[in-house]
C-alpha cells in the first residue's frame, strides 16, 4: 500500500503542475504565438490525459475485470480504451458546450447534478453488463461460436457505460478554453486529452488480458467460471457506483 | 484466483481521481505550546477558478462584494462541512469536530480564486495533528513547508498514508 501511495502522490502532483502549466500556457496565447503556443498545449494536454486516466476510476476497473474475465486479444484492448476515452470525450464536449451556452450561470451546481445523473446511467448499465455477462457465460458455456458474437455487443456495451460519464477534466480544460473563446483549441485539447487517457486504458485491458491468459491455464477448460465471476464483479462494480451516487 | 480477490478490493480504490487542486496556506499562532489560531487561505487552480468565478462574479468587475461573498459562503463554503473542509484535526488519535470559523473571505489573485477563514482550535500543539486531502479523491489538497508561517515552533510535513486517497500531514514540533 505504501508504494501504491507514493504512486499516487507522483500521479497527483504530476496532474497538479501540467494542470498549472496548461492554464498558465492557454492564458499566455496571442497571435504571434498562437501556432506554436497551441502545439504545446496539445502535446501537454495528451500527457495530461496519460496520466489523469493513471489515476484512480472506474472505467479502469471495468476494463480490466472484463478483459481478466474473457478472452480477448492486445487488439480488442486497444479498441476498447480508446471507444471509452472517445465517448469520455464526447460526453465531456456535449455537457460543457451544452451547460455552458444553454445555462451560463450556476456552471459547477448543474455539473455536478449532471455528473451524478450521468454516474446513475452508467451505473445502471455496469449493473446489466454484468448480469448480461453472467447469464451469457452460464448459458453458452458449450456454444463458443455464439459467444463470439455476444462478445463484441458487450464491449461496446462496455464502452458506452464506462464512457457516458463526462470527464471532468477534460470538462474543466475546455470551458477554460471556452472563457477564453479559444473554442478551437478546447475541442483539439479534449481530443489530445482522450488520445492520452484511451492509451493509459487499454494498457490496463492489456495487462489485464495478461492476467487471463495465466488464469486460463490454471482452470484449463471450465474457462466459464473465470467469466462468470468477472460478470459478478462487474455486478459488484456497478453496484458500489450506483449506492456510491445515491449515497452523495 | 488470489488476483481477481485483489482486484475485487481493488474496486473501492477505483473510484476517482482528483480534478480540482486547492493549495493551502496557514498562518499559525501559536502561544505557550497552545494552538491559538490559524489562518488558513486556499488557492483554487486556475481552470476550476475559470468556471467558478464566472458564476461568483455576477457584475463581472474582477472583485466580489459583500453580497458575492455571501453567496460563496452559503452555497460553496457551507457545503464543505460535509467533508470537513477536507481538514482532520487530530488530538491524540481522536478526530476532532472542526472548529468554528471566523473571518470568512473570498477574492481573486492572479487569477486564482482564493477563501481565507480562521479558527481558533485553543488545542495542544504537542498532541495535535492536521491532515489534509480529500476521502472521495475528487479534490487535491496540496501542502507545500514553504505554504506555511508560524510564529513559535517548527512544523513537519509529510505525505499522507491513506489507503484510498492521497494526502499531506502537518505535524508541530
Known amino acids: ?248 | 484466483m488470489k488476483i481477481l480477490i485483489n482486484l475485487i478490493l481493488f474496486i473501492n480504490i477505483l473510484n476517482a481521481h482528483p480534478h480540482t487542486f486547492i493549495e493551502v496556506y496557514p498562518n499559525i499562532e501559536i502561544k505557550n505550546k497552545i494552538i491559538e489560531k490559524i489562518n488558513f487561505i486556499w488557492k483554487l487552480d486556475e481552470m476550476t477558478s475559470s468556471m467558478l468565478i464566472m458564476e461568483f462574479d455576477q457584475d463581472q468587475n474582477g472583485n466580489f462584494d459583500k453580497k458575492e461573498i455571501q453567496y460563496i459562503y452559503d452555497y460553496y463554503f457551507l457545503t464543505l462541512i460535509e467533508y470537513n473542509f477536507y481538514t482532520d484535526i487530530t488530538v491524540k488519535d481522536k478526530v476532532q469536530i472542526f472548529p468554528q470559523f471566523y473571518n470568512f473571505s473570498s477574492y481573486i489573485e492572479n487569477n486564482k480564486l482564493c477563501y481565507s477563514f480562521t479558527i481558533k482550535p485553543k488545542l495542544n500543539s504537542k498532541d495535535t495533528l492536521i491532515d489534509f486531502g480529500d476521502t472521495d479523491f475528487f479534490v487535491a489538497m496540496v501542502l507545500k513547508k514553504e505554504f506555511i508561517k508560524i510564529n513559535d515552533g517548527t512544523i513537519k510535513v509529510s505525505d499522507l498514508d491513506n489507503d484510498f486517497y492521497f494526502g499531506y500531514r502537518m505535524e508541530f514540533n
Open chain 1, 1 to 248: 500500500m505504501e508504494t501504491y501511495n507514493a504512486l499516487l502522490n507522483q500521479i497527483v502532483m504530476a496532474q497538479y503542475q501540467l494542470n498549472s502549466f496548461i492554464s498558465s500556457t492557454i492564458r499566455s496565447i496571442n497571435d504571434e504565438n498562437i501556432l506554436s503556443t497551441s502545439i504545446l498545449i496539445l502535446s501537454i494536454s495528451f500527457l495530461y490525459g496519460l496520466i489523469h486516466a493513471a489515476g484512480p476510476g472506474h472505467g479502469k476497473a471495468l476494463v480490466a475485470l472484463y478483459f481478466t474475465s474473457n478472452k480477448s486479444d492486445y487488439k480488442k484492448a486497444f479498441k476498447m480504451g480508446y471507444m471509452i476515452s472517445i465517448a469520455h470525450a464526447i460526453s465531456a464536449l456535449i455537457f460543457t458546450f451544452g451547460i455552458f451556452y444553454i445555462l451560463k450561470t450556476m456552471f459547477r451546481k448543474n455539473f455536478n447534478e449532471m455528473s451524478m445523473v450521468a454516474m446513475e446511467i452508467s451505473a445502471s448499465m455496469i449493473i446489466c453488463v454484468g448480469l448480461y455477462l453472467i447469464f451469457s457465460a452460464y448459458k453458452s458455456k458449450n456454444l463458443k461460436e455464439e459467444k463470439l458474437g455476444k462478445q463484441t455487443k458487450s464491449e461496446y456495451i462496455i464502452a458506452l457505460s464506462a464512457g457516458i460519464v463526462p470527464c471532468p477534466g477534460v470538462m474543466t480544460i475546455v470551458l477554460f478554453c471556452i472563457i477564453l473563446k479559444q473554442y478551437t483549441l478546447g475541442i483539439l485539447a479534449a481530443i489530445t486529452m482522450s488520445i492520452g487517457m484511451g492509451l493509459t486504458i487499454s494498457l490496463a485491458g492489456i495487462l489485464s488480458i495478461l492476467l487471463n491468459k495465466k488464469a486460463s491455464n490454471f482452470l484449463d477448460n471450465k474457462g466459464y467460471i473465470l467469466e462468470i465471476l468477472g460478470g459478478v464483479l462487474i455486478l459488484i462494480l456497478g453496484i458500489l457506483l450506483f449506492t456510491s451516487v445515491g449515497y452523495k
